[in-house]
Nanobody, 119 residues
Framework: QVQLVESGGGLVQAAGSLRLSCVAS????????MGWFRQPPGKEREFVAG????????NYRPSVQGRFTISRDNTKNTVYLQMNGLKPEDTAVYYC????????????WGQGTQVTVSS
């Protein structure tokens, strides 16, 4: 079955950096669009960043544009989220997700990794 396993979360001070990783198995990774989402405490889940199957196109929510970078390594079935200049409002559980290029909604989700940014 499909599995997405995130890692790299933790506690960091404001202005610090973290790199999240998500390893996928059970699917043809190189054909899937990948995304990172987050759910802040007491709020709904929100889109953070996405990357197409070939890495050619990326997109970000405005509040993270210029601070976060999504990338992927299809030889390792892994998608990354480099987060720089972290702010307390970035505190959330971060999830990776996968969808086929033909769909708008994501089919598969990881369990999430906690990111906490202290002020």
């Amino acid at each position: 079955q499909v599995q997405l396993v995130e890692s790299g979360g933790g506690l960091v001070q404001a202005a610090g950096s973290l790199r999240l990783s998500c390893v996928a198995s059970g699917l043809t990774f190189s054909t899937y669009t990948m995304g990172w989402f987050r759910q802040p405490p007491g709020k709904e889940r929100e889109f953070v960043a996405g990357i197409t199957w070939d890495g050619a196109t990326t997109n970000y929510r405005p509040s993270v544009q210029g601070r976060f970078t999504i990338s992927r390594d299809n030889t390792k079935n892994t998608v990354y989220l480099q987060m720089n200049g972290l702010k307390p409002e970035d505190t959330a559980v971060y999830y990776c997700a996968a969808r086929t290029s033909l769909k708008l909604q994501y089919d598969y989700w990881g369990q999430g990794t906690q990111v906490t940014v202290s002020s």
